[in-house]
């Protein structure tokens, strides 16, 4: 079985499929992992165990190699947004991006430092030059307390703009833990009230483009 399908899959299925294709890790290490295969010797875990970390390592360092000499048509093959199992490579993308994240907590380079260097030479590769520079910001805030009567009048008088991120993504949590929560009905009802939504934003695009037209007449 290839990495694609004729079908879609979801994340999981084509990550979890038996007859998957040896990427850093063999069918027999993901039979390991998940459990599926448990008749090992403590011996043979260690074994299995010290292999897996030294393919691991090795991985990481094949990165050099690949971001350094791997073609552009390859790589832009691999991460192709046209691809039937798209939804599972970003699966497969966040988790990765998680697991550094866990992974170089505590490490002597902090996990932003090297996002922010990796970006940058990124950015360079992309113009041609050590002199493209860029800043990345990265910062970990965890979701706090919110004051659900504030958010709530913000709402209710179309304050919308005064909503912070942290506010919104608190606010979609509890609404969707919330007894009264159907994603049925709200997945129905949203999209009726989409189409009109967009037609609203689609004017306010037209009534900006001319306004803009008239100003450099």
Do not use: C, W
């Amino acid at each position: 079985m290839s990495d694609q399908s004729d079908e879609k899959e979801s994340p999981n299925e084509l990550a979890y499929s038996a007859d998957r294709d040896r990427g850093i890790l063999t069918p027999s290490d993901r039979e390991y992992l998940i459990g599926r295969k448990s008749d090992y010797t403590e011996h043979s875990k260690k074994q299995k165990r010290n292999r897996i970390r030294r393919r691991l390592r090795n991985a990481i360092l094949d990165f050099t190699i690949l971001f350094e000499h791997l073609e552009d048509r390859d790589r832009e093959t691999v991460f192709n947004p046209d691809d039937d199992a798209r939804d599972a490579y970003t699966r497969g993308i966040t988790d990765m991006l998680a697991f550094l994240h866990l992974g170089t907590m505590g490490y002597y380079t902090p996990f932003k430092d090297m996002l922010a260097q990796g970006v940058n030479k990124a950015e360079q590769e992309l113009a041609g030059s050590d002199y493209r520079m860029v800043t990345v910001d990265f910062n970990v805030d965890p979701v706090g307390r919110i004051d659900v009567d504030e958010v709530i009048d913000k709402l209710e008088f179309g304050d919308f703009e005064d909503i912070t991120d942290e506010e919104l993504r608190a606010f979609v949590r509890l609404l969707a833990e919330s007894g009264d929560f159907s994603a049925t009905s709200m997945r129905s009802e949203m999209k009726e009230q989409m189409s009109e939504f967009i037609e609203k934003v689609d004017a306010a695009t037209e009534r900006r483009d001319q306004r803009v037209e008239e100003l450099n007449d």
